[in-house]
């Protein structure tokens, strides 16, 4: 009995055009899949051979021209969640169509389909709910997990993206609301880096939400519960960790939106057993240390004399925190002198050695007693605030992982910008209603001297008559190229040196280094290309760590290559059913 193919079987994850795909499929079958459909494009002999005369209108178009049609229907919209709506609709009809779209237009569509957007998609998700994608592993289905992932049309999978929607951007729990983050993860996967849509899968585990507007609202689809904590929780994670394991040996798993509680402790316990990584721990490290190191290139001081001072001691802030101090013993300190030029603030203050309740991950970047002890004009102590920390320790980088809006204020920018002649500030808290400070009041506070990053999209910046394009410190310019590189050479784990690996892979690419005016990261258009770069620099990492097998740079470079799925469409071949099928 020949095989049906399924939307996995749709076509090999290729960097060159697809080739004749075959399939069962036909009529509205062949329709209804969205990573076999190609509306209007099905050629006469493919309508002839597919049963789908009258199933279309009878003119034939191409790709381009589809494109065309939907980019004028999507521009023709008017709010964003309109056009989150209207990108998620087009996924699920027509997957090719909907990666042509989002490539060809990069820039103008990611804050759609991610930051900013997807927040409120994921605060909106019951009540635009229309197709389902991926799975949500409710904790009634915990016995279940390892059949419902055995199933056959997983067999692919290559990439897993997954929450439990506790920790949504800065907006907070949204439930089962939080799978619009793994959707808009992965679809930013295949955008940027070309994974093939059918090897990802976006899994939201609903644990319950503490949410009551969610918890009362009747359209709500998730499990209408308070959210499940403790050894429950545990159990449930460790019921899917060991199921994807025995499942996919080679799989990338990326844990995502996880509570600072769980976040840390999660990777902790699972980065040695899968190859996983927390892309809010070391994807945001990852570009803000490629970020800062093009920044650095720009001031002229050198990485190691940098003082980093952080608002905001989450899991994002040490995260981005323990990429730099590795890149700072890399670049000839102690460890001990780099740890000594970070001052890390968070709600109860700067941390300090004893403090109490000073979590593991916080605990590496608690300054000494004894190096404050002579800090003067404190404005509430004991506790010591941001405020102090930029009057005492003249920081030359400050970084916002807080989620508080306006916590930069002018007074502490300017008590910044007083002594460093070029201070880097990053507010990077999502999305833009919670940055800490906008651009364009950064530039006005500093005259025009700030090295600036954001972590949501702003309008351009106005400096001499001209716009200056505001650099968005978006995980987009990492993770997939990250995930990427692993999956070319399948890499048995992720290591810290490839996180290093991919900053400075990012960084090489920086505008500034040949130009202090130009920007510090590339272009959005150019992503394509910058996760190539990454996913190499990722790849040849893993290889001479012995964590993938032995190749070459020639090699590591077509494995890459070999990987990148093009949205293009394939001519189709029909297999026909036979007996009982």
Known sequence: ???????????????????????????????NDPLLNKGTAFTEAEREEFDLHGLLPPHVTSLDWQVTRRLDAFRGLGGDLQKYIFLRGLQDSNE???YALLTRNIEEMMPIVYTPTVGLGCQQFSHIFRKPRGLFLSLPLQDRIAGILGHA?????????????????????????????????????????????????????????????????PLYIGWRHERVRGQAYDDLVDTFAQAVRARWPHVLLHWEDFALRNANRLLARYRERLCSYNDDIQGTAAVAVATLLAAVSVTGEELARQRIAVLGAGSAGTGICALLLRAMIAAGLSEAEARGRFYLVDRDGLLIE???????????????????????????PPRIGLADVIANAHPTVLIGTSGQPHAFTAPMVRAMAARVRRPIIFPLSNPTQRSE????????????????????????????????????????????????????VKARRISDAMFLAAARGLAELAPARHDPAANLLPPLVALRKISFHVAVAVAAQAVAEG?????????????VRAKMWQPVYATYRRLRRTGAQ
């Not at 916080?362 to 000494?368: L, M, N, T």
């Not at 964590?547 to 494995?559: I, Y």
Request: a negative charge; proline letters at 8%.
């Open 437 to 488: 400070a906008s651009p364009q009041d950064l530039d006005a506070w500093t005259e025009g001297r700030a090295i600036i990053g954001t972590g949501s999209p702003f309008p351009p910046l106005r400096r001499d008559g001209r716009e200056i394009r505001v650099d968005q410190t978006n995980n987009a310019y990492v993770y997939p190229g990250i995930g990427l590189g692993v999956i070319a």
């Open 354 to 380: 004893g403090m109490a309740d000073l979590q593991p991950f916080q605990a590496p970047f608690a300054q000494a007693r004894e190096r404050i002890a002579g800090w003067k004009n404190l404005q509430s």
């Open 153 to 217: 049309r997983f067999d692919g999978i290559e990439t897993i993206v997954v929450s439990d929607g506790e920790r949504i951007l800065g907006l907070g729990d949204q439930g089962a609301g939080g799978m619009g983050i793994p959707i808009g993860k992965l679809s930013l996967y295949t955008a940027c880096a070309g994974l093939h849509p059918a090897t990802t899968l976006p899994v939201l585990l609903d644990v319950g939400t503490d949410n009551k507007d969610h918890l009362d609202d």
């Open 1 to 31: 009995m020949p095989h049906a193919a399924s939307s996995a079987d749709a076509e090999p994850a290729s960097g060159t055009p697809p080739r004749a795909v075959a399939t069962v499929r036909s009529g509205y079958e062949l329709l």
């Open 547 to 559: 964590l993938a097998d032995p190749l070459s740079d020639d090699e590591v470079a077509a494995a």
């Open 96 to 98: 090719t169509l909907f």
